[in-house]
């Protein structure tokens, strides 16, 4: 158990609709980072959070965004979804603003129909 | 550009040993990772390695880098099945991203 969690585990949802990934950063950790994971495209960095704002942005597309708040936990908010979207979303986290040691959490698994 | 490159499969004996190879692009990544993600669980960080370091141990797991050739191997000792999973190689991204680069992912089969 990596310390990060992330809810919910499954999501099954329709094209057009949105939806919205939670993560709760390991204890003490400042810095939340989104992945997506699929079998075209393996595993993507999408964004990255620090103590609230936005540090780093990677392949995420304009239909997706996301925010981490003041507790720390970050959600990220997919939009406008379509087959293509179907995908493991991984939540990682680590200490600071530099990656030394990176966590994952389990992952949500989006399944879009 | 930064890519990283890994063989999609490999398939050794229990009790053997394993070397799992990675190839990567960027020569100004500063640390390089090695992930095991377990069918339907999340990524677990094995082991990582400063590019100043040319080899790494810990416990069952080696890691070697070849700086020059911009190669990276894992090399699991005593291969168990408890091992079978999905290995993958990264890079920290470089011009300032902290996020990480992965290769495909080596299937990792053990088999008695």
């Known amino acids: 158990d990596s310390g990060v969690t992330q809810t919910p585990k499954h999501l099954i949802t329709a094209t057009g609709q949105r939806v919205t990934l939670r993560c709760s950063p390991r204890s003490g950790d400042l810095s939340v980072y989104w992945y997506q994971q699929s079998l075209d495209q393996g595993l993507q960095f999408l964004i990255q959070?620090?103590?609230?704002?936005?540090?780093a942005k990677g392949n995420i597309l304009e239909r997706f965004s996301a925010q981490q708040f003041p507790d720390l936990h970050s959600e990220l908010n997919l939009s406008s979804l379509e087959l293509g979207d179907s995908a493991l979303y991984f939540c990682?986290?680590?200490?600071?603003?530099?990656?030394?040691?990176?966590?994952f959490g389990p992952g949500t698994r989006l399944t879009v129909t | 550009g930064e890519d990283v490159e890994q063989s999609l499969f490999l398939s050794v004996r229990e009790g053997d040993s394993s070397v799992i190879n990675c190839t990567y692009t960027?020569?100004?990544?500063?640390?390089l990772y090695w992930y095991k993600q377990e069918p339907g669980a999340g990524l677990q960080l094995l082991t990582y390695i400063f590019s100043n370091m040319d080899m790494k141990q810990d416990q069952r797991l080696t890691v070697l880098l070849n700086k020059k050739d911009k190669h990276l191997s894992l090399r699991i000792a005593d291969t168990q099945t408890g091992d079978s999973a999905i290995y993958f190689c990264?890079?920290?991204?470089?011009?300032?991203?902290?996020?990480?680069?992965f290769g495909a992912g080596t299937r990792l089969a053990v088999h008695p």
């Open positions: 990264a890079e920290r991204g470089s011009g300032g991203y902290n996020k990480l680069i």
């Open positions: 960027d020569s100004s990544s500063t640390y």
């Open positions: 990682a986290s680590s200490v600071g603003d530099r990656i030394y040691e990176q966590y």
């Open positions: 959070y620090y103590n609230g704002e936005e540090r």
